[in-house]
């Protein structure tokens, strides 16, 4: 049964006792051992009829969500041998269930998916994400990461022009045998760095060699491999621009010469060190004449 509770001011309550002929110096006593027993996890919410209504339906709603998220997780986490704890209202995990609800649902609406399929893609992202480190605690803190990598994965879905994508990543492979006798590995998402650095490069008219020498050049000479972050935007293609009008330069050093030169026919790009070292040499000549 209903419990219910009462909530009036000390003066509509003095107003009661005299009414019905009580003793009206008793009344501080009362108010006072009834403090004792003040409720404190009840929450008076005051409200017209239809906003009444409203919120009632907004809290069956977001229950009726946690609760669809809760079994579209357990089933999840059944297909994919996951061990989990079974969560109610009473599980001390069902605050962060609520959390992650929230989050799957802004990930939903986000990318206009319906909300069953966006809590299924969303928490599929998480075990791929996380991997043997799965947890729900886990999920919510990866909300981010799960957004960006749905993201990237669906420019690459998109990509008008996904040859030339392929053929900046053959350029990148190339140069990075080139300058530092190595190969690295990554997994299919960034391949999204291709598809901006392809797009770069098409709107400044470069070829995906000349485009990604242009970027090895610049961060080789600094004894380092350029980020994938680093083969786009501004800073890219100024880098590339640089790297076009230093190879048509006549009045350079030496070593200068036998750099562009060697970047230019697609040998060994020397490191910083090798140059620093050609250039002290040439500087003790002249200085020794």
């Not at 907004?58 to 009726?64: L, R, V």
């Not at 998402?189 to 392809?198: D, E, G, I, S």
């Not at 600094?222 to 083969?231: A, C, D, R």
């Not at 030169?261 to 200085?287: D, F, G, M, Y």
Request: hydrophobic share 35%; glycine share 4%; net charge positive.
């Amino acid at each position: 049964m209903k419990d219910p509770a009462i909530h009036i001011k000390r003066s509509d309550l003095l107003g009661l006792i005299s009414k019905y002929g009580l003793n009206l110096h008793d009344v501080n006593s009362i108010m006072k051992e009834a403090l004792k027993s003040s409720i404190r996890n009840r929450i008076n919410v005051t409200t017209k009829a239809g906003g009444k209504k409203k919120a009632d339906r907004h809290i069956e709603s977001d229950t009726n969500l946690v609760s669809d998220f809760n079994r579209l997780y357990s089933g999840i986490m059944i297909a994919n041998n996951i061990k989990t704890l079974t969560i109610t209202k009473t599980s001390i995990q069902y605050l962060t269930l609520k959390e992650v609800t929230s989050q799957a649902l802004e990930f939903s609406k986000l990318f206009e998916l319906a909300f069953e399929h966006g809590f299924n893609v969303y928490i599929n992202l998480g075990i791929k994400l996380l991997g043997n480190k799965f947890s729900l605690y886990r999920l919510k803190g990866i909300a981010t990461k799960i957004v960006e990598y749905y993201r990237d994965t669906l420019v690459i879905q998109k990509d008008p022009t996904p040859d030339k994508t392929t053929a900046m990543e053959k350029a990148w492979e190339v140069a990075l045998k080139r300058c530092f006798k190595t190969y690295i590995s990554y997994d299919f998402v960034t391949r999204v760095h291709f598809v901006y650095a392809k797009n770069d490069a098409e709107s400044m008219k470069a070829l995906p060699q000349d485009w990604i020498d242009a970027q090895f050049e610049k961060w080789s000479y600094l004894n380092n491999v350029p980020q994938f972050t680093q083969l786009y935007g501004d800073n890219a293609k100024l880098i590339y621009q640089t790297y076009m009008a230093t190879l048509k330069k006549e009045n350079i050093t030496t070593d200068e010469q036998v750099y562009f030169k060697q970047v230019k026919n697609a040998t060994e790009i020397p490191i910083k060190t090798t140059i620093e070292k050609t250039r002290s040499k040439e500087e003790r000549l002249r200085n020794s004449v």
